[in-house]
């Protein structure tokens, strides 16, 4: 079960960060949006986490190091710049991924599928707002462009497969990549036989090329720093996150881990 | 949790104030008394019928100022009362109660916003409504400048203040002029629901762990009076009111509705298993409602004034949030200038100006 753990961190985790925002964005309709990104992702966390066990256990009891959510996800919100980076990011991301799951026959593939429309949306909002602050003005694009430096470093983990989605093992999935542009239909039944089967390298390449798409439309460069940080990439799948985590948790399980076995 | 509120009603300078930015209009001066009078006795015919005024209808300068100001106030309100549940939201104590409150907080920005655009129908604009609140010179309801200090705190919103608030708006669903009197139903339904969440949470704490009793106490005792303020001052101290009465905004007195909600709270407060704060309360069977006991006015005037527990606290995030986001505003009109093509970047503002007109 643990990737449901880890999707099921990631969406609860991003979840929190939004919902810092709450009476601080910069604009009406943005506290509307950002508080809606973060419902969707907290129904998408209760949903994934109760798979695995009771939803408060894992949310509040757990410590720092068995959260299996990305380090992309656990970074503060810095400005509105910054978070909509950290959102393009994993928003584009969760969006390739959730389709691939919802193709497949796999145990995520209903999840996905009622999960891929609000990850739609979110990629949506994002790239839109990434268009906006690129090509706005001149402090927008300054900005906008620094968030997109300062998070580039924590997308590398996002294509270390997750242990229970991976194709390893499955045929079909590496004949879907190689072949696009020969047999669509080749691909196609190659794919939905393979289960959960995902094929990193090839949701990594998609990403990369939607992403460079949009941050190229709005008329920003694509950050050409290394992946990963001083951690190996996929550091946040085995537990090995970043400092500003714990604080998170703290705040997050403060009032729960004070009142032990209550319920609210 | 939303709040229009009797509160501030009185603190308006007087009746026959000017609106803002509403230039337009028969009542400009050069129309002579005759057609000004005809049109007064159209109007006060229309209210009289229980008519519904709107956007295009001519009304008096002081009706619109009065609207004015009363929608900004309690749009206001919905935006400042953001603060005090949000600062809850990392850390409620379950998923399903941060969903709650998440979306609870969400409503909040869609009731202003709904708020802003029925009051943009007088002839303001959402940009000179907000400024004029971190300016100083609009108010909010008096109640959210008050501290959340314990998660009971969010029930206690939920229920005492959302049911306040409700009682206050829901004759306002048939206020005189139309855009507010439709803003209300649809503001009255999802506040009805938040209180009632409200009441939920708090029963879970009374009947969970002794701590979690004494939490629900405590938020209640802390919460009721600043309640019942919400109404606003009492009938022979509030002015302003006669007016609103005759022109249909408002319904009630600020003392009835506090009576009324009065009389609701006791037994929800015994289902609860929570006492109110007051010692005074007992049914009188002559009048058919609670007596209560007396209201500290003058910790009512101190937080009008500015002098509450978080006055300062709330209106400078509120203005950090307007500041810090002023690049962001620049940069989606910077963009919407250069992805705009020429004739529809006209049309917009013609199309304004004929609106408000």
Known sequence: ?264 | MAAVTADQKTQSTSGTAKAAGTGAGPAAGTAPDAADAALLAAFDAAVAADDRIEPRDWMPEAYRATLIRQMAQHAHSEIIGMQPEANWITRAPSLRRKAILMAKVQDEAGHGLYLYSAAETLGTSREELLDKLHAGRQRYSSIFNYPTLTWADVGAIGWLVDGAAITNQVPLCRCSYGPYARAMVRICKEESFHQRQGYELLLALSRGTEAQHAMAQDAVDRWWWPSLMMFGPPDDASSHSEQSMAWKIKRHSNDELRRRFVDICVPQAEALGLTLPDPDIRWNEERGQHDFGAIDWTEFQQVLKGNGPCNEQRITQRRRAHEEGAWVRDAAAAYAVKHTTPSTRTAQPAQHVEETA
Do not use: C
């Not at chain 1, 906006?132 to 590398?156: I, K, N, P, Y």
């Open chain 1, 1 to 264: 079960m643990s990737a449901a753990l880890a999707l099921g961190d990631d969406a609860l985790v991003l979840s929190h960060r939004l919902g810092e925002w709450a009476g601080h964005a910069p604009v009406l309709e943005e506290e509307v949006a950002l508080a809606n990104i973060a419902l969707d992702l907290l129904g998408q966390a209760r949903v994934l986490l109760s798979l695995v066990g009771d939803e408060d256990e894992l949310a509040y009891l757990r410590e720092e190091r068995a959260f299996r959510n990305l380090q992309l996800v656990e970074q503060p919100n810095g400005d509105f710049a910054h978070t909509i980076a950290r959102q393009l990011y994993f928003s584009v991301y969760q969006h390739l991924l959730y389709e691939r799951l919802a193709a497949g026959d796999g145990e995520f593939a209903g999840l996905a599928a009622k999960a891929v429309k609000e990850v739609a949306y979110h990629r949506d909002h994002a790239e839109q707002w990434v268009l906006r602050l690129g090509d706005g003005t001149a402090e927008s694009h300054e900005r906008m462009q620094s968030g997109l430096e300062a998070l580039w470093r924590f997308t590398g983990e996002m294509f270390q497969p997750i242990e229970g989605l991976d194709a390893a093992g499955t045929t079909g999935t590496a004949g879907a990549t190689g072949t696009t542009g020969t047999t669509d239909t080749a691909g196609a039944t190659g794919t939905s036989g393979s289960g959960s089967g995902v094929d990193w390298a090839e949701l990594e390449s998609a990403w990369i090329s939607a992403v460079t798409a949009t941050v190229e439309r709005a008329t920003l460069t694509l950050p050409t720093g290394p992946r990963t940080g001083a951690w190996a990439a996929g550091a946040g799948r085995q537990g090995l996150h970043t400092e500003p985590f714990g604080r998170m948790l703290a705040e997050m399980q403060h009032l729960h881990r004070s009142h032990p076995g209550a319920s609210w």
